[in-house]
């Protein structure tokens, strides 16, 4: 993204996120469109006020100051601004002649937006998409393939816990012959897990990955087993914690109990939030062992140490589940050593607060 | 993971079949009560009784399988019901088409 | 004759003379001393007393001159190991072995070798794909890669019009629809229709029609073509085609290539197998997909569809929408499960969407539409059933007015615009398989910003949460709508979709359907809303 993109897209993304702020879906899609007549490129109007609103969306949210409910309003906000930007004439896609692209959610991934916004940006480079849309099945994604044989799938994931989805995801593609561009944050900052999984292309946004199909088509990599990629899954260390989440969970609420007495006062209320949140946490473990990576656990920690700063509720209590899990995963060291590296980094958080 | 149901069928006498589901009966589970009802049939006994005293959970897959028995049977489904089974029957508007009892011993001696 | 080794003394040349092989015999400045009868046959230049270098090959010589101990090459047709020794009191000796036949069995493994591994790569990329225009690229790029300098693939001949895909080595394959006549090139309709080509030194490349060949490929040296077999009628024919001076393609190349072509037809025709299948599957699905809900007549419509991982793209859950058939009228929408999966519940769901948009414009009462849709759907040979949910909507001002009934289904959510969630109360009987049908119909007012949510079973049923085992549960889906009041309609499914789906986790569930009806925050003027409303209708 150029300055002066930015600086000429400004005032249109503010405008927008007012509109969104106010739920006013009529005030948001005359935003764009008015953006649109001005000047703007439609690729600009997408990616740099359209997904710059829903970044800010996000950040709000992680700031508390957009509560989860008017996270989803918002998105849905958006989504009509991009409806009503790829239904103006000025948008009509291309004879798709520079080849066809699937573009699709891992399964279980429910944020839509920044691949929608991958797709339009497609249609408008040239290319024929298929957009497949949220939570689409790898079996679903397959025969879809089957049937159009198109040149490449754009994968997007959000969520790091959707990571052993994603990789299924790929080798199916790959196995059908289709190479697979990987794209989201559940991939990593600098794209390393979609590399972990073989995924033969990653690109950090939408633009990127417009750039990279334009420049040159990736090659489908070799039919593969996950346990190819990753050797070390034979340690079944991810197998078995995944399995017993819930035996894991119940244990880690127990264990809490015991070490710090206030938590048997918990409300119904606060006890379900308390196991959800050691839910999480447990989720994010498992896929930091499948692509063997503690930094994916303890960017998740850090995250979430943030997360409950904002919200005004001590950080703390993440260091006394660290502990606890810790205790229940003695016979799994892969495990231990990534709950170690994660509880001594948020230790150092919580002792000497940043912000 | 969760237990499968265990479905377990006795004859009282030469006219009843009695199938007793213990467990939750979701489309995994519902197959091994296909079994037994068909079994039930093939022996051509006239009155098929569905004991789900113990019966903790069930889902469209097993109303299926009920109202198929029904067809053929005469069929009485003894209790005391479980709420998420009650629950199934009543918003499904199939309790008034049902013979349920309060327990197998009613519905073995009517 | 056993011999005592003793280290010095020279073999007596008899020894030597009876040698079958070959042995040469120098002195220290490299000039041959002796050689037997075997060494005269395959080397008659050699001289005693000549430099070695005159009389054998120049491997040979080199080798010696460079003191290696063992060397090969050729003379004249065959080939030789060399190995040399170093009798006393000084010189060498060099020993040959004829390797001809070994070398030959070993190239031939070799290319075996090579044919083999090109066979399982060939398989692998063939197998890969279901598609059959993919497959056709993949075979001629194979075939231009491995066999010839280029590869025509051509696709079953059709009453006029032939796919052409073109590979040469090393580039991409091209697909042309070309109106020729493969009767253009000998053999190639017999190899369409399935009968065994001409070999490939009875064609004359010089008469190949330029449609056969690749733009910029040159005059072409020689040809083969085979058929691609396949079940039945053979999906089409495979032409290699060699550049001049690249030699005429050998019996064994031909029949290496008709095994090559054997694989090719067979995924072919898998894939066109399957294209038909998914075809047909297809066709009957599409009409079954839930419609993509918009706002209609000042009612805002979403709907989320999230189908059973394990099966099909279609499965029991499913949700439609009827426009109202007069201005100012009611809007019809749907929302039901039908027992089952797979086509057989898609036959059925077709059959209650399709009976439900001719019936409903006859009959407005719900209860009477459900009994004329039981009657409809009672079969003496099955007991397969639905459940549903039928509203009816209407736009009066800001207000929606709706009609809601339920035909064994679970009952909608009404989320008030403080927040309150109440439950419709509206219940029925399940449709399809019971004699008589009953149900009650339930009428309220939505609001600006009041959300009705229609759901299926997979929704609340949803196994998961922290504990991996509890259900997600009306009270929880109640309590997630009690955060969405005053919510556009995607919204709300969006927030539903979320809660559920992390709920999940990477769990199994069944299919999982919501539909909302909300009434707008912001009612707008009316159809002269003029610029800024892309697709939705006023």
Redesign the interface.
């Known amino acids: 993204m150029t300055d002066t993109s930015v600086s000429r897209s400004a005032p249109w993304s503010d405008r927008l996120w007012s509109s969104v702020l106010d739920?006013?879906?009529?005030a948001a899609?005359?935003s764009v469109?008015d953006a649109l007549d001005a000047g703007l490129e439609p690729q600009s109007v997408l990616l740099d006020v359209i997904a710059a609103t829903q970044r800010r969306v996000g950040e709000e949210w992680a700031a508390d100051r957009l509560?989860?409910?008017q996270e989803?309003?918002a998105?849905?906000?958006n989504?009509?601004a991009v409806?009503?930007?790829s239904?103006?004439p000025a948008c009509r896609p291309g004879p798709g002649s520079r080849g066809r692209i699937t573009v699709a959610c891992v399964?279980?991934e429910?944020h839509a937006l920044p691949a929608r916004l991958l797709a339009e940006v497609l249609r408008l480079d040239g290319w024929r998409v298929d957009f497949l849309g949220?939570?689409v099945?790898s079996?679903?994604l397959v025969?879809h393939?089957?049937?159009?044989?198109p040149d490449a799938v754009a994968l997007s994931g959000s969520l790091p816990?959707r990571l052993?989805?994603a990789h299924a995801a790929v080798i199916a593609c790959q196995?059908?012959?289709v190479p697979v561009l990987a794209g989201g944050a559940a991939f990593g900052t600098d794209g390393r897990y979609a590399k972990r999984l073989r995924a033969d292309a990653w690109a950090p946004d939408a633009r990127a990955a417009v750039n990279l199909l334009a420049a040159a088509l990736p090659k489908p990599g070799?039919?593969h087993q996950a346990v190819d990629a990753l050797p070390h899954l034979s340690d079944h260390e991810y197998t078995m914690i995944?399995?017993a989440?819930?035996k894991l969970?119940?244990d880690t609420m127990a264990g809490m109990a015991d070490r710090f007495p206030p938590m048997r006062e918990y409300t119904e209320l606060q006890r379900?939030h308390t196991?959800?949140d050691?839910?999480h946490i447990v989720?994010h473990l498992a896929c930091a062992l499948y692509v063997d990576d503690d930094r994916l656990f303890t960017d998740f920690l850090a995250w979430t140490a943030g997360i409950l700063t904002s919200r005004r509720v001590p950080a703390h209590s993440l260091v006394l589940a660290l502990e606890t899990i810790g205790l229940q995963l003695h016979d799994f060291p892969r495990a231990c050593g990534f709950v170690r590296t994660a509880r001594e980094s948020v230790a150092r958080t919580v002792s000497s607060p940043s912000s | 993971m969760r237990p499968d149901a265990t479905v377990v069928t006795h004859t009282a006498a030469d006219t009843h079949a009695v199938i007793a589901i213990a467990g939750e009966v979701d489309c995994d589970a519902a197959p091994a009560v296909e079994t037994a009802v068909a079994e039930a049939h093939r022996s051509g006994v006239r009155r098929l009784v569905l004991d789900l005293a113990r019966t903790t959970f069930a889902d469209s897959s097993f109303l299926h399988i009920v109202l198929t028995a029904r067809q053929h049977h005469e069929l009485l489904v003894a209790g005391p019901l479980h709420p998420a089974v009650q629950r199934l029957f009543d918003v499904t508007g199939t309790t008034p088409h049902l013979r349920i009892t309060d327990g197998l011993d009613e519905a073995l001696g009517g | 004759m056993k011999t005592r080794k003793v280290p010095g003394r020279p073999l007596p040349d008899v020894t030597l003379e009876a040698s079958p092989h070959p042995v040469v015999v120098l002195d220290e400045a490299g000039r041959v001393r002796s050689s037997n009868t075997a060494a005269t046959l395959v080397f008659p230049a050699l001289e005693t007393g000549a430099p070695l270098a005159d009389g054998v090959p120049a491997w040979l010589a080199e080798a010696h001159a460079r003191g290696e101990g063992t060397a090969h090459g050729a003379v004249g047709d065959r080939t030789f190991r060399a190995s040399r020794s170093a009798p006393a009191p000084g010189g060498a000796a060099w020993w040959f072995t004829d390797t001809t036949e070994q070398s030959a069995a070993e190239e031939a493994l070799r290319r075996e070798r090579g044919r083999t591994a090109f066979l399982v790569e060939a398989s692998n990329q063939l197998l890969s794909s279901l598609n059959a225009r993919r497959c056709m690229d993949t075979t001629a790029q194979l075939a231009a890669g491995h066999l010839a300098d280029a590869a025509v693939v051509l696709g079953p001949s059709g009453r006029r019009r032939i796919h052409v895909t073109r590979a040469v080595r090393g580039g991409p394959a091209t697909r042309e629809l070309l109106a020729v006549d493969p009767a253009e090139v000998p053999g190639l309709a017999d190899a369409l229709a399935g009968f065994p080509a001409v070999p490939s030194r009875w064609i004359d490349a010089s008469t190949v029609p330029g449609w056969l060949v690749p733009d910029g490929f040159g005059p072409v040296g020689s040809l083969m073509i085979t058929s691609l077999p396949g079940n039945g009628a053979p999906p089409g024919a495979l032409v290699l085609l060699r550049r001049e001076g690249a030699g005429p393609f050998s019996e064994g190349e031909e029949g290496f290539a008709r095994v090559f072509a054997a694989r090719a037809g067979a995924a072919i025709c898998a894939a066109q197998l399957y294209a038909e299948q998914s075809a047909v599957a297809d066709l009957l699905t599409e009409d079954l997909l839930p419609p993509v809900l918009e706002r209609i007549d000042g009612i805002e419509l979403a709907g989320g569809y999230r189908p059973s991982r394990d099966d099909h793209r279609i499965g029991g859950d499913f949700y439609d929408l009827y426009p109202a058939g007069v201005p100012g009228g009611e809007t019809m929408v749907v929302l039901g499960d039908v027992c089952g999966k797979g086509l057989e519940a898609a036959v059925l769901t077709g059959r209650i969407r399709t009976t439900l948009q001719a019936l409903r414009l006859v009959e407005p009462d719900h209860e009477r539409l459900l009994e004329l849709l039981n009657g409809a759907l009672l079969s003496s040979r099955h007991t397969r059933y639905a459940t549903l949910v039928l509203a009816s909507v209407r736009r009066t001002g800001e207000v929606l007015r709706l009609r809601l009934t339920s035909g064994g289904h679970p009952a909608p959510l009404i989320v008030r615009a403080d927040g309150g969630v109440e439950t419709a109360d509206t219940s029925g009987s399940l449709i399809g398989a019971l004699p008589e049908v009953q149900a009650t119909t339930y009428s309220t007012e939505l609001r600006p910003g009041e959300t009705c949510l229609l759901f299926s079973d997979g929704i609340t049923e949803a196994r998961g949460g922290p504990f991996g085992r509890d259900m997600f549960g009306e009270e929880r889906l109640s309590e997630a709508l009690s955060h969405c009041a005053g919510m556009p309609a995607e919204a709300v499914v969006e927030h539903v979709r979320m809660l559920a789906s992390d709920w999940l986790g990477t769990g199994r569930h069944d299919d999982m359907a919501l539909l909302a009806i909300t009434a707008p925050r912001r009612p707008r003027p009316g159809p002269a809303g003029g610029q800024g409303h892309g697709r939705s209708t006023a």
């Open positions: 739920g006013d879906e009529r899609v005359d469109l509560t989860v409910a989803h309003a998105t849905a906000i989504e009509r409806a009503a930007l239904a103006h399964d279980g429910w949220a939570q099945p079996a679903h025969t393939l089957h049937r159009t044989g816990t052993p989805t196995s059908a012959s070799p039919a995944a399995s989440r819930s969970v119940q379900r196991a959800e050691i839910a989720d």
